[in-house]
């Protein structure tokens, strides 16, 4: 691994727990949406090992009280399950776990990319996206199937008609090839710079009934229910930063989602030159 990616993973590590200490006291009641997107081999920092993933499965099946992202939208209290972008893997690496735990979880998938990879060049052995048969499969092991747009754009980058276009052609999508519409949408990057009150407006008109952002943080009972934020999950989570994540201690983290916080963020990526 090159020095910058190597600083980067030891600064997250550092800046989890430093919150996670100044944040212990700080815990708020309310519904935490984990986001997972890779569970196998694919190299990037939001991938998870089939090992990793199973183990912290295991642990919030223990430990946790598991709600299925409707229920989350609706204001419950407990944890909820999502995957992003319809990784092939989670269909044989993450849909046999939850099976046999019988927890529910939302897979959001790219409409227009499926059967094909998320970044172009992308080895298809490790980073596959399902194809319509395996997103079937996946809704038929009890896995929620959400839209996640069909090209994965920055949403508040496009005009309303290419807007509504990727908002509502993904649900016209699912619901011909799975015959039911979706309930679930998830903005693509998901931080307050990637989807704008446009957004929020053609997802609400699109018959969606919730819909998930990637801004990190907690979702209280009255929270947005057209932008619940969202835990991520990543390959710099020791099992116990996932155990402070899941019971709220690293909550500040939403601290980063600020302005400040993506300011600070992308002079800190520039400074080791990733992005
Ligand atoms: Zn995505």
New binding site residues.
């Given amino acids: 691994m090159a020095a910058g990616p190597r600083v980067k993973k030891l600064l997250k590590r550092a800046t989890k727990r430093a919150v996670g200490m100044a944040g212990g006291f700080v815990r708020h009641v309310g519904a935490r949406i984990l986001t997972y ?1 890779s569970v196998g081999a694919r190299v990037h920092d939001m991938n998870v090992t089939p090992v990793d993933f199973a183990a912290q499965i295991e642990w919030l099946a223990a430990n946790a009280r598991v709600i299925s992202l409707r229920e989350a939208a609706d204001g419950c209290e407990g944890v909820a399950i999502t995957f ?2 319809g990784y092939r893997d989670n269909l044989a690496n993450a849909a046999p776990v939850l099976r046999a735990l019988r927890l529910p979880a939302t897979c ?1 998938i ?1 409409t227009g990319r499926m059967g094909g990879v ?1 970044v172009s060049g992308e080895d298809p052995a490790v980073g596959a996206l399902m194809t319509w048969d395996e997103v079937r499969a996946l809704a038929a092991a009890g896995i929620d199937i959400g839209a ?1 747009t069909m090209t ?1 754009p920055h949403l508040s980058q496009l005009g309303e008609e290419d807007q509504r276009r990727e908002i509502a052609e993904s649900a016209r999508m699912i619901a011909e090839q799975l015959g039911c519409a979706p309930e679930a949408f ?1 903005y ?3 931080s307050l710079a990637d989807y704008n009150a446009m957004s929020v407006r053609l997802v609400r008109e699109a018959g969606y009934r919730y819909a998930v952002s ?1 801004r990190y943080g907690v979702n209280p009972p009255s929270s947005d229910r057209w932008t619940l934020r969202r835990i991520w999950i990543d390959n710099t989570d020791t099992p116990d930063i996932f155990r402070a994540k899941v019971v709220g201690q690293l909550d500040a983290l939403a601290l980063l989602d600020s302005p400040l916080g993506i300011a600070l963020r992308y002079g800190l990526n520039r400074a080791l030159r990733i992005r």
């Fill in positions: 997107h992003d972008d959001f790219c998320m996640h994965h998830a693509p990057y998901g990637n």
